[in-house]
């Protein structure tokens, strides 16, 4: 397999330092950072994610923490031990508000932990991920067997928005072993430069090509785009045993 340079990927969901906000940060879901404590999280899921370092120019994989806390008024409150920036707090309201709507559940306040090897996280493109995990949750479900994950903000309605750093996520994963990857729509076709060495040094030419193609014959793994999280609830969701 050739090497893939990632010097020219455009990242939307980046591991860097931003600023905090305050509370109240939305109309409808208010925002607040809370301490850690299981204790007050009696009932929870745990989803796959995937994000980009543009440091370390890789793909990394991480999980989301999503509880559900007692009776509530639909408010965020993010794990304090991560900062988290306005389209990644809009990302996750706009998942509960379409869970909300999708199973007609309502009623809990939401407690969102992140876990991946970070103290920031900017970028909406686990939006996808968490409203999968919050429908789980409300209608008591869980996730299948088969190793999965999901990139891309949402919209309010669970469209699917377009995402950065796509081709680093496909490689990551696939080295990881996941077999199936869910993009959004549009998004499987990806500009890159390829990397030639020579005796005298090495020099990259520019290529599109098929992330579908690229993910099956290089990972053995479905790469499936999706427009709306609805299309894709059936296969990922299961009942508790």
Known sequence: MKKLSAAILV???????????????????QVY????????????????????????NAGILGMLRIG?????????????????DFSTAESI??????????????????????????????????GAA??????ALLTNNTFSDEPWIITGAIDSEGNLLETGGIPLKVISA?????????I???????????EHKTGQGSYFIAKNIDLKEYAGAGFNMTLSEV?????????????KD
Do not use: C, H, W
């Not at 990242?11 to 879901?29: L, M, N, P």
């Open 11 to 29: 990242f939307i969901f980046v591991i860097s330092s931003s600023s905090s906000f305050s509370e109240g940060f939305f109309d409808t879901r």
């Open 33 to 56: 950072y809370s301490e850690y404590n299981p204790d007050l999280i009696p009932k929870f899921i745990d989803v796959p994610v995937i994000a980009t370092d543009p440091g370390l």
């Open 68 to 84: 559900l806390i007692g009776e509530g008024q639909g408010r965020i409150i993010f794990d304090s031990r991560t900062t988290i």
């Open 93 to 126: 309201a706009n998942a509960i508000d379409f869970a909300e709507r999708y199973t007609g559940i309502s009623g809990f306040d939401y407690f969102i932990s992140y876990d991946l090897n970070s103290e920031s996280v900017s970028g909406g493109s686990t």
């Open 130 to 135: 968490a409203g999968l995990g919050m429908i």
């Open 174 to 182: 696939g080295n990881l072993g996941i077999k199936t990857m869910y």
């Open 184 to 194: 959004p729509a549009n998004q499987s076709s990806a500009f890159i430069y390829e």
């Open 227 to 239: 427009e709306n999280l609805a299309e894709i609830t059936s296969e990922i969701l299961k009942r």
